[in-house]
């Protein structure tokens, strides 16, 4: 039963204020959890509550989202069960009473969200993942390490594209995934200083040097894994978030960096053009937000072949993923919690996909804390992969240090995804 609920205002990674929930349960059990936050976020995600006082933070503080927990939500759920998280989400959801979280914030719901599950878990005595899915069945997922960072998280003369991500999926162990991963990214590092590039890193910890070209990067990381000692197709995929609402202006595609307007039509020449020539994976936003025709081209001319993903096109939001199963446009929904606000509707999100044969990738926000929930969120649900950044920074690399742990306490019960961790 809960028994109290306070919350706080901490930073994040990108030095900005967030969320974080504390809840206590009557056994005396208690947890505590913290919303990430997004850069390229999409128009079509919940609502971000942040209080806009000019001088302090920049408007960025959340000392809304905490009186409103500390002053309302945490009277409204006292007495609740914390194992019945869909009673606990639905108090929640009608508390705020619209479709985007827009009264409460989806930051202030999904603190308590996650805090309350985190803290039955601990009363139940039970590992997270454990509790949240069948623990006689984790699997552990393909880390999606995003090693070169450009659009907004890199913020100079990087690529457009903002995500080059290398997908070790031919390793037998997750273990095994993680220390591949770890030795390309220090490959990529050295070729990169060879070069007379910079290896300062972007939000997410992937270096961010000034190509002059959205392809370049994948030269770069292809020589990247073998000299690693790997053989990219068959050890290591490569998959591309071009997050491409960000440079999609009146109606075309502006790359920057090499002075081009495309057409969708011609983006979608481009990604094909792309996976014939590199071991690609997955295209998770290769087109914008409201592009249905766009992703509707893209899913024909490719989507027998690449897991194509729709981050900013399906927010998590479970309307939205319908229309692209009846629409067949993509097929696999980026997951990520604070796009939605609740457990039990990230829950939802994953279980739609999932029964249509669809991929589900579970994904931190480029505003991180070091707060796990995801990785044990990605092994109950198994959703086969999970993207939480490059090998570096504390709040990155903690995902994947959470998942070791999970591997090495599910002993033989564990299995890694490996290539069948995508839907093609
Ligand atoms: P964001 O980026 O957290 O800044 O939205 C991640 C992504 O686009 O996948
Ligand atoms: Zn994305």
Redesign the pocket.
């Known amino acids: 039963t809960i028994q109290s609920i306070r919350a706080r205002e901490i930073l994040d990674s990108r030095g900005n204020p967030t969320v974080e929930a504390e809840v206590t349960l009557a056994c005396g059990a208690h947890a505590r959890a913290a919303s990430?936050?997004?850069?390229?976020?999409?128009v079509h995600e919940a609502l971000e509550l942040r209080d806009g006082t000019p001088g302090r933070y920049n408007g960025k503080g959340v000392q809304r989202p905490v009186n409103l927990i500390n002053h309302g939500i945490g009277d409204r759920l006292t007495g609740f069960d914390a194992r019945d998280q869909q009673a606990v989400d639905r108090a929640l959801i009608d508390l705020d009473g619209t479709a985007n979280k827009q009264n409460l914030g989806a930051n202030t719901t999904l603190a308590v969200s996650m805090a309350v599950a985190r803290a039955a878990a601990t009363a139940e005595g039970r590992r997270l993942w454990e509790y949240l899915g069948d623990p006689a069945e984790p699997l552990l997922p393909v880390p999606m390490m995003n090693i070169l960072n450009g659009g907004?998280?890199a913020n100079w003369q990087g690529p457009d594209f903002?995500?080059y991500l290398i997908a070790p999926y031919g390793a037998p162990t997750f273990a095994e995934a993680l220390r591949w991963g770890a030795e390309i990214y220090h490959a990529l590092k050295a070729f990169l200083k060879e070069k007379g590039y910079s290896t300062g890193v972007g939000?997410?910890g992937g270096f961010a040097p000034a190509v002059s070209s959205n392809t370049e990067p994948l030269d770069l990381i292809v020589e990247a894994i073998e000299r690693a000692g790997y053989t990219p197709g068959t050890q290591i995929g490569i998959a591309l978030?071009p997050?491409s609402s960000s440079f999609y202006h009146d109606g075309a595609y502006e790359l920057r960096t090499e002075g081009l307007t495309l057409t969708a039509a011609e983006m979608v020449d481009r990604y094909r053009d792309l996976a014939g020539a590199y071991p690609i994976v997955v295209i998770?936003?290769g087109l914008a937000e409201d592009d249905w025709d766009g992703w509707r081209l893209l899913t024909e001319a490719i989507g027998d072949r690449v897991e194509l993903v729709g981050?900013?096109l399906f927010v998590t939001n479970v309307t939205r993923i319908e229309r692209g199963i009846r629409e067949g446009v993509a097929n696999a929904v980026?997951i990520?919690p604070n796009q939605i606000g609740t457990v039990t509707e990230t829950i939802a999100a994953v279980r739609l996909a999932q029964q249509n044969g669809w991929g589900a990738m579970v994904?931190?926000?480029?505003?991180e804390t070091v707060d796990t929930f995801i990785a044990d969120f990605t092994v109950a649900m198994r959703t086969g992969h999970l993207?939480t950044g490059a090998p570096a920074r504390g709040e990155r690399v903690e995902k994947y240090n959470q998942l070791l742990r999970i591997e090495e306490a599910a002993g033989g019960a564990v299995r890694y995804a490996g290539r069948a961790g995508f839907v093609r």
């Open positions: 990430p936050s997004g850069a390229s976020t999409g907004v998280h903002q995500e939000d997410e978030d997050a998770e936003d981050d900013d980026l990520k994904s931190h926000r480029s505003g993207k």
